[in-house]
């Protein structure tokens, strides 16, 4: 019943915010079937919903913070000692529990797909930097802030942007606690798969996976700074690069 409720006020705040957009080109009507759903299919808003609410009931995590703008300084790991590196962005959400003896928190990052790409792997070796240095981040500014909350997961979430793909809205685990337990039966997320050296090593506390990825993505990032990231071959070497996420050419260009 109460998800009921939950329907109808997401479908007032859709058809209000609606009103402030022209809805009068050629596929129009298609696009609102997508997000409202037909008598034959649920709509993307409708999935999402469910998808929040079982996700809330299996995790017992609740959104704390939205689009939060952090600036804070995290400490990576260098042979012997610890070394400061800046951390400027924007996390999309972070959910905040009481449940499991102690505070946790997840965080999330919204993508228009989620898809095979972001393994658990990639992250191990630094090439998917993105998860671990929030993760660290948004430790440091939640305890900042009076909240000693310890990492729980990371969470990569897709809504669903294609026509083509109604069925896509989805949330992906990128890294968790082993305490994080999720049977088969918990609706809203998926145990990850993981395999070989990423199980093993995804059976380490979260904060002690996260400490060994940053220290390689500090070293990756001393590289690119101190110009010992070799780029070779040199004409369109950053089209293929995988290390986007850590030097963020899209956003600020060629040095």
């Given at each position: 019943?109460?998800?009921?409720?939950?329907?109808?006020?997401?479908?007032?705040?859709?058809?209000?915010?609606?009103?402030?957009?022209?809805?009068?080109?050629?596929?129009a009507?298609?696009?609102?079937?997508?997000?409202?759903?037909?008598t034959?299919?649920?709509?993307?808003?409708?999935?999402?919903?469910?998808?929040?609410?079982?996700?809330?009931?299996?995790?017992?995590?609740?959104?704390?913070?939205?689009?939060?703008?952090?600036?804070?300084?995290?400490?990576?790991?260098?042979?012997?000692?610890?070394?400061?590196?800046?951390?400027r962005?924007r996390?999309?959400?972070?959910?905040?529990?009481?449940?499991?003896?102690?505070?946790?928190?997840?965080?999330?990052?919204?993508?228009?797909?989620?898809?095979?790409?972001?393994?658990?792997?990639?992250?191990?070796?630094?090439?998917?930097?993105?998860?671990?240095?929030?993760?660290?981040?948004a430790?440091?500014?939640?305890?900042?802030?009076?909240?000693?909350?310890?990492?729980?997961?990371?969470?990569?979430?897709s809504?669903?942007?294609?026509i083509?793909?109604?069925?896509?809205?989805?949330?992906?685990?990128?890294?968790?606690?082993p305490?994080?337990?999720i049977?088969?039966?918990?609706?809203?997320?998926?145990?990850?798969?993981w395999?070989?050296?990423?199980?093993?090593?995804?059976?380490?506390?979260?904060?002690?996976?996260n400490?060994?990825?940053?220290?390689?993505?500090?070293?990756?990032?001393?590289?690119?700074?101190?110009?010992?990231?070799?780029?070779?071959?040199?004409?369109?070497?950053?089209?293929?690069?995988?290390?986007?996420?850590l030097?963020?050419i899209?956003?600020w260009?060629?040095?």
């Open positions: 019943a109460r998800v009921d409720e939950y329907w109808e006020s997401l479908q007032a705040v859709a058809h209000e915010c609606m009103r402030t957009k022209e809805w009068t080109h050629a596929y009507q298609i696009e609102q079937d997508i997000l409202f759903g037909t034959l299919r649920p709509g993307l808003l409708r999935q999402w919903l469910f998808q929040e609410v079982a996700y809330q009931s299996t995790t017992k995590h609740y959104p704390a913070f939205l689009e939060l703008d952090l600036d804070v300084e995290i400490q990576v790991r260098r042979e012997d000692h610890l070394e400061a590196m800046k951390v962005g996390v999309d959400r972070i959910d905040v529990s009481d449940s499991y003896d102690r505070m946790t928190f997840i965080v999330n990052d919204y993508k228009p797909t989620v898809d095979k790409k972001y393994k658990l792997q990639e992250i191990i070796s630094g090439t998917l930097s993105q998860m671990p240095i929030y993760l660290e981040a430790r440091l500014w939640l305890m900042h802030h009076n909240i000693p909350a310890e990492p729980w997961a990371a969470l990569y979430r809504f669903g942007t294609s083509h793909k109604t069925e896509e809205p989805q949330n992906r685990i990128a890294m968790k606690d305490g994080f337990v049977t088969k039966e918990d609706p809203g997320i998926k145990q990850p798969d395999k070989g050296n990423a199980r093993v090593f995804s059976l380490k506390p979260l904060a002690e996976q400490a060994e990825v940053l220290a390689v993505i500090g070293t990756r990032a001393r590289n690119m700074r101190s110009g010992e990231f070799a780029v070779r071959p040199l004409q369109k070497a950053c089209e293929n690069c995988s290390y986007q996420e030097c963020r899209d956003e260009g060629k040095g």
